[in-house]
């Protein structure tokens, strides 16, 4: 295991929601939208992505922050592109009850019609590979827990890198494998 000192710089432990923690990301189609975003932030090297997981009402990640990006800046891209996303998916879809749910969260209406994320994200830096390795297990053991029981293993949640780290198939999109940092 690397020391303190040997560890990257930027890598982060991200959590953002659904707005009221609403069940909002439990369709395919939804996950679908948000792994492609995930995709296409790292595409763009905003960041490297070593770890997902896309839960019902929230996401937790863990990358590390690109050139000039922040986790501030990346979750203000990723959130403002999903929702543009998802928004359109329940217009084209007629889902006028969802809509409606969205409609009624928003805080100011002056600035946006509808909420889908709840506003800010929670970030914690990471500095050790200890550190490091506690989330990445937290984040695959996330669909097991038992409140949620949204799968019997963690490589057989499609919805998280899991699959990759256990060795038994790809994720849904390339990732930066988090072992060089162990």
């Known amino acids: 295991m690397k020391s303190y000192h040997s560890f990257p710089k930027n890598v982060y ?31 763009l090297g905003q960041y490297k992505l ?3 997981v896309i839960m019902p009402n929230h996401v937790h990640l863990l990358l590390q922050a ?10 203000r891209e990723y959130k403002k ?9 329940f217009e084209c879809e007629g889902n ?13 209406p002056n600035r946006k019609n509808f909420a889908v ?3 800010g994200f929670h970030v914690r830096e990471i500095y050790t590979a ?12 996330n669909p097991l827990q038992e409140h949620w029981q949204l799968a019997k293993t963690p490589e057989s949640y499609l919805w998280s890198s899991a699959r990759f780290y256990a060795g038994v198939g790809r994720s849904l999109i390339p990732l930066s494998d988090a072992r060089e940092f162990m």
């Open 81 to 89: 592109s999903t929702a543009n996303l998802i928004l359109r998916h």
């Open 117 to 119: 994320w709840e506003e």
């Open 13 to 43: 432990f991200i959590t953002t929601s659904a707005v009221y923690h609403a069940h909002i990301f439990q369709r395919d189609v939804i996950k679908r939208i948000l792994i492609d975003s995930l995709n296409t932030g790292r595409f």
């Open 130 to 141: 200890k550190f490091f390795l506690q989330k990445l297990n937290y984040i695959h053991q």
């Open 96 to 108: 006028t009850e969802v809509l409606w749910d969205l409609a009624e969260a928003v805080k100011n």
């Open 66 to 75: 690109q050139a000039n990006h922040t986790p501030a800046t990346i979750m």
């Open 50 to 52: 070593f770890a997902f």
